[in-house]
């Protein structure tokens, strides 16, 4: 039987750091993965290629599951975001953002467990429609939704919530004051929402969601939204839990997914083994309970789980003083 073959973008900063720590994990839990390496981002200009090269496109659809580290877009005219056009070349429509607390993070809450489904292509958010005058006075932006967009966005939301055995989601939406693109949104919801029974469906307006979550986030546990509330939403959760150094993501579309750390490249601390790898780690896990090796995800977040609460080698942002390399040997110690 052959092995399963995965893309791996190591990314930029301190994302190379945190991808070969990523990669030992995998090894240890005898993933019998074979690794497809691929450079992109500012790697690949240095070297006269474009940001994203054709045959690493290719081999993003040919393998179909890719783990990708932190990549830089470089600042200035004509550079889009290479998240952005992953996302719009693979369409990939759904953002899966957990939230877990681990003991020994800064956060003000324990307990938390929130994954934010968000849709990802269309809305505020894509960037269609971006016009300004040539006086600079005036500066527009389009929002669409399809009806098809939202039954797949929310349709997908009450799957992973039926998988995962969640039992409520959280519809948030402005459809008060937006009532053409949030109404859609709504109205969709509340249409699939009556094919689910067995899970209870709430709905809230993002500014008091955003509120709720801040003051009681324990009465949440899957929340679907659109794009530009998500993109708000999610870091909040990140928030919530100790910030995007324990905050995982998958973009998700019908044929490829991508698993990421969703925090920045960190140039500043790059090359200085003390990254925290973990919201890779946990990227890592969420990409093996897509590729059906639940198990071995597990173990991935007991490990953590042990580790922070020992804080055994963890890095300096978790309370320790351990490097990258001595926090992943703690982790891999306990798998």
Known sequence: MSKRRITVIKGDGIGPSITDATLKVLDALNC??????????????????????????????????TLKGPLTTPIGEGFTSINVTLRKTFELFANVRPAISFPGTKSRYDNI????????????????????????????????????????IIDFAYNIAKKNNRKKITIIHKANILKTTSGLFLQTGREIAKKYPEIETNEMIVDNACMQLVMNPHQFDVIV???????????????LVGGLGMAPGANI???????????????????????????????????????????????????????????????????????????????????
């Not at 691929?38 to 790697?43: M, N, P």
């Not at 958010?125 to 389009?142: E, H, P």
């Not at 939204?225 to 909040?236: A, K, Q, R, V, W």
């Open 32 to 65: 019998d993965f074979e690794y497809d390496f691929a450079q992109v981002g500012i790697s690949c200009l240095v070297e006269g290629k474009p940001l994203i090269p054709e045959e690493v496109l290719d081999l993003i659809r040919k393998n179909k599951v």
């Open 113 to 152: 467990d929130i994954i934010t489904v968000r849709e990802n292509m269309q809305g505020m958010y894509s960037g269609k429609g971006q016009i300004v005058t040539d006086d600079g006075k005036l500066a527009q932006a389009m929002s669409i939704y399809s009806k098809d967009d939202c039954l797949r």
């Open 225 to 239: 939204t659109t794009n530009l509330f998500g993109d708000i939403i999610s870091d909040l959760c990140a928030g």
């Open 253 to 335: 579309g019908k044929e490829t997914a991508i698993f990421e750390a969703v925090h920045g490249s960190a140039p500043d601390i790059a090359h200085k083994n003390i990254a925290n790898p973990t919201a890779l780690f946990l990227a890592a896990a969420i990409m093996l309970d897509y590729l059906d090796m639940a198990d071995k995800a597990k173990k991935i977040r007991d490990a953590i789980r042990e580790v922070t609460t020992k804080k055994d080698r963890v890095t300096i942002d978790l309370g320790g003083n351990g490097s990258t390399d001595e926090y992943t040997s703690s982790i891999i110690e306990r798998l």
